[in-house]
T-cell receptor, first 112, second 114 residues
């Protein structure tokens, strides 16, 4: 079975704080991809990053960084120096051979 | 570049009325297409997906149906809406020949069944 768990339902931080969104997954597939999406209040999901199961290098894009650890089946997302515009629901997803599975999302609120 | 359109953006329909939501993709050929529903609890529920014209796979049996009359057009329908059909409906596309690639989502349709 394929499963994505985002245990943090809601997180509130004060602007400029760093925040990490957790994502833990389960799959039996040997090849898979992991994704993060952002859903701002407007509703449209915006693709942020794709990472394949053979590439455990961390990635940084501006204030965003992703930590993929296969040993713990985690793909965590960190926002550095958070801003109000980061307020959104963030979804982690996993694509295996047969299907894509989304986590239930983490709502991030950045307070000015 | 590719773009995905959905309409209408919002819709209020009475229980028992029919439904038709449309999704079109531009700038790509033979995409995989998906319909998701997002209820108030925020989770994404995959309803249907299609890998080609006339090919529809249903993930959840319910009173909704989907059709793909053209390569880049995906329609979600119902003959009789239920209150539980209220939610935010998202259409998405993915490159058809890239199994592991990301999906790109449309702006969504917010449906309220009264």
């Amino acid at each position: 079975a394929q499963k994505v768990t985002q245990a943090q339902t809601e997180i509130s931080v004060v602007e400029k704080e760093d925040v990490t969104l957790d994502c833990v997954y389960e799959t039996r597939d040997t090849t898979y991809y992991l994704f993060w999406y952002k859903q701002p209040p407007s509703g449209e999901l915006v693709f942020l990053i794709r990472r394949n199961s053979f590439d455990e290098q961390n990635e940084i894009s501006g204030r965003y960084s992703w930590n993929f650890q296969k040993s713990t089946s985690s793909f965590n997302f960190t926002i550095t120096a958070s801003q109000v515009v980061d307020s959104a629901v963030y979804f982690c997803a996993l694509r295996g051979y047969q299907k894509v599975t989304f986590g239930t999302g983490t709502k991030l609120q950045v307070i000015p | 570049s590719q773009t995905i359109h959905q309409w209408p953006a919002t819709l209020v329909q009475p229980v028992g009325s029919p439904l038709s939501l449309e999704c079109t993709v531009e700038g790509t050929s033979n995409p995989n297409l998906y319909w998701y529903r997002q209820a108030a609890g925020r989770g994404l529920q995959l309803l249907f997906y299609s890998v080609g014209i006339g090919q529809i796979s249903s993930e959840v049996p319910q009173n909704l149906s989907a059709s793909r009359p053209q390569d880049r057009q995906f329609i979600l329908s119902s003959k009789k809406l239920l209150l539980s059909d209220s939610g935010f409906y998202l259409c998405a596309w993915k490159l058809g020949d890239r199994v592991f690639h990301e999906q790109y989502f449309g702006p969504g349709t917010r449906l309220t069944v009264t």
